[in-house]
């Protein structure tokens, strides 16, 4: 999490030339909508539920570390002539708060993960007051960032309702089908085994939704620094519980990781890395990682294999690359 956000009125400057922009430019509303997202995850859902209703663009792509991500010259000019904007919220864009916030008053912007009840939601262990954001991990949470997103389209494109309910149900269907398979295939990791250690702590809704004690090496935020200490307490549980698979995550340095698996060696405990976790971001663009449920797959399956549970190779649907 930043120590230093964007400051009020650095983010109102950015909003004003955002509008004037717009203005300028003199957009007119029209078919397909124009639509930004802030992540991958967001953009592929509003492609799902828009079909060829929307033009969707992502400003963070594959690799992209949303806590710590600033607006470029070109995001502001992209947001300025976006017919929707949607962001996560819940400090998951840290950076851009001020700004999104101060652009809603203005424009059509919508936080479509604060769309998940308050009672659902998991703490956040540095800053009170805030929760975990990380919610795409567990599906069934994800499905309210998905109707969120229809009614986002919807109030932005009322004559195209019934696309939007039609595509949403039909996504949400097949996100159902994935969580059938995520429950079946993580129950089959031993008991002792359902430990998912990983660079940062994002996968909290996943371990509770499944059943896992999870660690991170840093906080919710990879803003967060591990430390000396932080990083000697994991190695004394990866020895004490004999863990011995740790996982590296696509969008964070695995340079921590390492020097785990380094202090656990040196006490005598073997440990490997068990694949790439996509965290905060999907995979590349135009394949099945590069999706929400690719995403997310990909990591249920590698998660069970690694500690010791069954799981086909090629995923819920046959579609992940081989080695993914």
Known sequence: MPLFPTSRPVARYLVALAVALYVSAGVAHAKPLNVVATTSMIADAARQVAGDRAEVTALMGPGVDPHSYRQTRSDIA??????????????????LEEFFLDLGKRRNVVAVGEAVAREKLLSHADYEGRFDPHV?????????????????LIKTDPDGAATYNANADAHVAEIEKLVAYMTSVTAT??????????????????????????????????????GLRRVEELVDTIVER??????VESSVPERNVRALIEGASARGQ????????YSDAMGEPGTYEGTYIGMIDHNATLITRALGGDAPEG??????????
Do not use: C, N
């Not at 795409?136 to 986002?152: F, G, H, Q, S």
């Open 78 to 95: 992209a947001l300025a002539r976006a017919d929707l904007v949607l962001w996560h919220g819940l400090y998951l864009e840290a950076q």
């Open 136 to 152: 795409w991990m567990d599906p069934k949470l994800w499905e309210t960032v998905v109707y969120a997103v229809r009614d986002a």
């Open 189 to 226: 990791v031993p008991k002792q085994s359902r430990v998912l250690l990983t660079a940062h702590d994002a996968f909290s809704y996943f371990g509770r939704g499944y059943d896992f004690d999870v660690l991170g090496i840093q906080g919710i935020s990879t803003e967060s620094e591990a």
């Open 242 to 247: 004999k863990i011995s698979a740790v996982f």
């Open 270 to 277: 073997d440990v490997v890395i068990g694949g790439t976790l």
């Open 315 to 324: 995923g819920f649907q046959g579609k992940l690359a081989a080695g993914s």
